[in-house]
Structures are given as structure tokens and as C-alpha cells.
């Protein structure tokens, strides 16, 4: 059975960091397209960071030059460093996986069939 689980979640003053993981249980990322999304009250899911099956990377303007995508082969879970954290940055993160996802769709929800259950990432002022 595929399953993605996230970890790491929780909560921080504004300028902090935390660390996010998504294990994968059931298939290897290989060949996968891998995107965290967030999800904050009244607003709908966005994609934060991705990496291609190709392994190119993506981020979101917001998000550039503070958060880090990478996935920790070894034990074939997803990563995602985040700092310089402020309160917009609260929200619930996703990680997702899929194939055959283009350059066009990686921060489109829709493209993706497999998801984690979510993690609450909360950063106070």
C-alpha cells in the first residue's frame, strides 16, 4: 500500500525554523514527482516547494531563499528545511507524490494521487 506520513510539525516564533519530513512507505521517490503543499484557514492548498522525477526544483516566491527541498535517499523521505519562518507562513503542510507530472502542474493539487495526512506548522509573532 502507497503512504506518505509527515512528521515534524509544530510551533515557533516568527524567525525560527523547523524541519519536515514525509516517509514514504509502499514505493521509492524515484521517478516520482514530490511537492509539500499548505493548506492555511480559508484559503486553498498551495504549492510550496517541489522536486521533478527529473530532479529539478521548484519554489514558491514566497518561500525562495528560506525553505529547502530535498529528499534523504537512504531512507527515501522527503525533506523540507524551513526559516526566517513568519506567521503567514502558518499553515497545515502536505507532501505529495505522483508520476507523470509536468513542469505545468507541479504546484497543481489535481496532479498528484498519493498524499501524507498533513502536519500543522503554526508560527507565532
Known amino acids: 500500500q502507497v503512504q506518505l506520513a509527515e512528521s515534524g510539525g509544530g510551533s515557533v516564533q516568527s524567525g525560527g525554523s523547523l524541519t519536515l519530513s514525509c516517509a514514504a512507505s509502499?514505493?521509492?521517490?524515484?521517478?516520482?514527482?514530490l511537492t509539500w503543499f499548505r493548506q492555511a484557514p480559508g484559503k486553498q492548498r498551495e504549492g510550496v516547494a517541489s522536486i521533478g522525477a527529473d530532479g529539478s526544483i521548484t519554489y514558491a516566491g514566497s518561500v525562495r531563499g528560506r525553505f529547502t527541498i530535498f529528499v534523504d535517499n537512504a531512507k527515501n523521505t522527503l525533506i523540507l528545511e524551513m526559516h526566517t519562518l513568519s506567521p503567514e507562513d502558518t499553515a497545515i503542510y502536505y507532501c505529495?507524490?505522483?508520476?507523470?507530472?509536468?513542469?505545468?502542474?507541479?504546484?497543481?493539487?489535481?496532479?498528484?494521487?498519493?498524499w501524507g495526512q498533513g502536519t500543522q506548522v503554526t508560527v507565532s509573532s
Open positions: 509502499g514505493f521509492t521517490y524515484s521517478s516520482y514527482s
Open positions: 505529495a507524490a505522483s508520476q507523470g507530472v509536468n513542469s505545468w502542474t507541479r504546484f497543481n493539487p489535481r496532479a498528484y494521487k498519493t
